[in-house]
């Protein structure tokens, strides 16, 4: 019997494309995790699947500029309710400047530029996996 540390990251992004690729990303690379990945098109429709769980998710990942609440304001709110959640920022028209500001505020756990490189995603998400205190067990069916 093989015990799993249960993983559950919520993956915002108002494009379906990068959603989908991000979630390949995550599904087909960490195998020795279980995982529940989550997507959402908004800020609005991630703060109810966050509040819906009760703040029970591992990482966030998303973007930064998208219609309606932009991932600005997003990320100060979820960090704000639930400082234990991590956040890796994706994004490709955020200045490199304000990437760090967030990261150096301790809103942001890590940072991507688009486009994503697959390796570079897969290094920033493992780190902030191993580095997370809270551990979810998963015992096979």
């Known amino acids: 019997?093989?015990?799993?540390?249960k993983k559950i990251v919520l993956i915002v992004d108002d494009k379906r494309v990068v959603r989908s690729?991000?979630?390949?990303?995550?599904?087909?690379?960490?195998?020795?995790?279980?995982?529940d990945v989550i997507t959402s098109p908004s800020s609005d429709t991630a703060l109810q699947t966050i509040e819906q769980r009760h703040g029970d998710i591992d990482i966030?990942?998303?973007?930064i500029n998208r219609p309606g609440m932009d991932g600005i304001v997003f990320v100060h709110y979820v960090k704000f309710k639930?400082?234990?959640i991590k956040v890796l920022i994706c994004s490709g028209s955020a200045k490199i400047r304000?990437?760090?500001e967030l990261f150096d505020g301790?809103?942001?756990d890590a940072y991507i530029r688009k486009p994503i490189r697959e390796?570079?995603?897969?290094n920033?998400?493992?780190?902030?996996?191993?580095?997370?205190k809270l551990v979810r067990v998963s015992f096979p069916r």
């Open 106 to 108: 301790g809103l942001a």
């Open 60 to 63: 966030v990942s998303t973007n």
């Open 124 to 132: 920033k998400v493992k780190n902030i996996f191993e580095a997370q």
């Open 119 to 122: 390796r570079d995603f897969i």
């Open 1 to 5: 019997m093989s015990v799993k540390r």
């Open 21 to 35: 690729f991000i979630r390949a990303i995550i599904e087909n690379n960490f195998e020795e995790y279980d995982l």
């Open 82 to 84: 639930y400082p234990h």
């Open 98 to 100: 304000d990437l760090e």
